[in-house]
């Protein structure tokens, strides 16, 4: 969700006026998304290097966490959005923590669309975690080296009993992963607009899946396997 502080400046204003703005797109974006027949958002809200930017934005960016969650809570629940998390939000302040828990728990039968907030959140933190975690149930013996698959590993990571994201969308131009959803990024389609995250609108989520939509997922396999020539013409 890149753009915020250039929005800002574009205006003359203060960087968390951007932030502010920003969050108006995460509620737009969040609704467009199920509009459109998506069934998992996952925003990355706030990664692990955030943490590097002045301490009043980061001040200033979990304030605006716990005004949005406090807000949303009842929302959620009304409009059945199930809210999870992917990153170490054990990190995040306790206020935060807490409201995550509580709206995680008050949303967790809600089947039909899922917002994933990366919070914290790493790519490779992540992998490092899952590395932990599966050494020590190999310790347990409930895991063996010898037989790991992806299935069996990918359980370990954050984003466990998640699908993989079809479409990863960067705003204001910017053309990089910056330690998002390595792993499960695969065999992901990129789409890069030069829309400011503030001003990303339904019809910007629209455009991007429609031209997802008009690409080819090969999975390495070629063009002639996946349609083959029909003989009855
Ligand atoms: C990137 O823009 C944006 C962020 C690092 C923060 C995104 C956070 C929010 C939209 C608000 C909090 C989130 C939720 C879910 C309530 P930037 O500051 O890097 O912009 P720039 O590249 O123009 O400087």
Same mark, same amino acid.
């Given at each position: 969700?890149?753009?915020?502080?250039? !929005?800002?400046?574009?205006?003359?204003?203060?960087?968390?006026?951007?932030?502010?703005?920003? +969050?108006?797109? +995460?509620?737009?974006?969040? /609704?467009?998304?199920?509009?459109?027949? $998506?069934?998992?958002?996952?925003? /990355?809200?706030?990664?692990?290097?955030?943490?590097?930017?002045?301490?009043?934005?980061?001040?200033?960016?979990?304030?605006?966490?716990?005004?949005?969650?406090?807000?949303?809570? =009842?929302?959620? $629940?009304?409009?059945? $959005?199930?809210?999870?998390?992917?990153?170490?939000?054990?990190?995040?302040?306790?206020? +935060?923590?807490?409201?995550?828990?509580?709206?995680?728990?008050?949303?967790?039968?809600?089947?039909?669309?899922?917002? $994933?907030?990366?919070?914290?959140?790493?790519?490779?933190?992540?992998?490092?975690? &899952?590395?932990? &975690?599966?050494?020590?149930? +190999?310790?347990?013996?409930?895991?063996?080296?010898? =037989? &790991?698959? !992806?299935?069996?590993?990918?359980?370990?990571?954050?984003?466990?009993?998640?699908?993989?994201?079809?479409?990863?969308?960067?705003?204001?131009?910017?053309?990089?992963?910056?330690?998002?959803?390595?792993?499960?990024? &695969?065999?992901?389609?990129? /789409?890069?607009?030069?829309?400011? !995250?503030?001003?990303?609108?339904?019809?910007?989520?629209?455009?991007?899946?429609?031209?997802?939509?008009?690409?080819?997922?090969? /999975?390495?396999?070629?063009?002639?396997?996946?349609?083959?020539?029909?003989?009855?013409?």
């Amino acid at each position: 969700m890149d753009g915020n502080g250039r !929005w800002a400046k574009q205006r003359g204003l203060p960087r968390i006026e951007g932030h502010r703005r920003g +969050v108006e797109a +995460v509620r737009t974006a969040t /609704y467009a998304a199920r509009d459109l027949g $998506v069934k998992m958002l996952t925003l /990355y809200a706030f990664s692990a290097e955030n943490w590097n930017r002045p301490k009043e934005e980061v001040g200033a960016l979990m304030g605006l966490l716990e005004l949005y969650l406090k807000k949303e809570l =009842e929302t959620f $629940v009304r409009d059945r $959005v199930r809210l999870r998390t992917i990153g170490r939000t054990e990190g995040l302040p306790p206020g +935060v923590q807490r409201l995550l828990a509580a709206t995680i728990e008050r949303t967790r039968e809600f089947t039909d669309y899922t917002l $994933v907030l990366a919070l914290n959140y790493g790519s490779r933190s992540e992998i490092l975690d &899952a590395a932990r &975690a599966y050494a020590a149930a +190999v310790g347990t013996g409930a895991e063996r080296p010898g =037989e &790991a698959t !992806w299935a069996s590993f990918s359980k370990y990571l954050y984003t466990a009993s998640m699908p993989d994201p079809d479409l990863v969308i960067r705003t204001s131009g910017e053309t990089r992963v910056s330690n998002f959803l390595l792993m499960q990024a &695969a065999y992901a389609e990129f /789409y890069f607009t030069p829309v400011l !995250w503030p001003d990303f609108t339904k019809s910007d989520l629209a455009a991007a899946i429609a031209d997802y939509s008009r690409r080819e997922r090969r /999975y390495g396999q070629t063009s002639e396997q996946l349609r083959p020539a029909s003989s009855t013409t």
